[in-house]
């Protein structure tokens, strides 16, 4: 077996070890933010007919308000593996899985934050101020047509401050007109079916929040990752949009910004940040397990 351990202690306790000061923009509270500990792991069991090529993307990155102090990546049986950083900054394995059994496992230890910045009234920003790197998250894409719903986003956030208060005008429309069905959606459906339909699971809502934050020509960008508590547990999908000269989280799925959350992947839309992909003949998923536990402190 494959097994690659990451530690990262030491500079772990210069970023997050204390309450994290949020950034103060134009009309934003600052406030403390008290960070906690996750232990979080995915394990995926396939059988493979042939040899077969897979890209995985299961590893999360230090960064914002997450730092992964301790992870675990094994693959079983041993697989030769090549990593690479994708045009998003997320973490890609490329590999060709035996014929045979073969099981993926993750764990990581991550300390990130207890709960979700909030910023009422954080303004939106020119496109011409923007980072370059925000851009790619202006455009309609796959499975969010941003350019199909100009007229609805402009109907949804009438009368509103321009920036984070459309962001949550949107994801209150969202929440109030779609059904969260959790582990009912297989297929993956664009904002404008979601929007002609009645519920969908996380990764669709999230889909119709980006594409009418896109509309306003707010950046959003899906994120796919774990989330402690979430019922019934699995990876969750969630987006955040580009205001107030930062990214801030927004998920339909939850009556609150909670915290407790572990960015594994950005993208686009879930056509960017599916955890694992297979190429050629299809492979039978035996069993996935995600699970998220809360921890003490860890003294390494």
Known sequence: MLNLWLASCFFRDLILCSPISIHKCEGVIQTEKIVMWLNASCLLEFQIPVPTPFLLML?????????????????????????????????????????????????????????????????FIEVQQLPDEALPFLYPSRYCESDRFTEMAASLVRGLSTGYDQCTAIVDYVRSTIQYTPGAG????????????????????????????????????????????????????????YVGNRWYTLDPTQADLKGGRIAIAYGRDAADVAIFTQFGNPVELLNMKVNVERMSRPNY
Request: aromatic share 8%.
């Open 59 to 123: 590893r999360p990155r230090s960064g914002g308000n997450q730092w992964i102090a301790r992870e675990e990546y094994v693959l079983s049986p041993s697989t030769p593996v090549n990593e690479f950083t994708d045009m998003f900054g997320n973490l890609c394995q490329r590999l060709v899985a035996p014929a045979g059994y073969f099981s993926v496992r993750t764990s990581a230890h991550v300390e990130t934050a207890d709960s979700s910045d909030a910023a009422p009234h954080a303004p």
């Open 186 to 241: 297989q297929q993956i459906i664009s904002a404008t079916e979601l929007n002609q339909s009645s519920s969908g699971v996380c990764r669709d809502m999230a889909h119709l929040g980006i594409a009418c934050c896109r509309a306003l020509s707010i950046p959003a960008r899906m994120v796919v990752g774990y989330l402690e508590d979430l019922e019934p547990m699995d990876l969750h999908a969630w987006f955040e949009v």
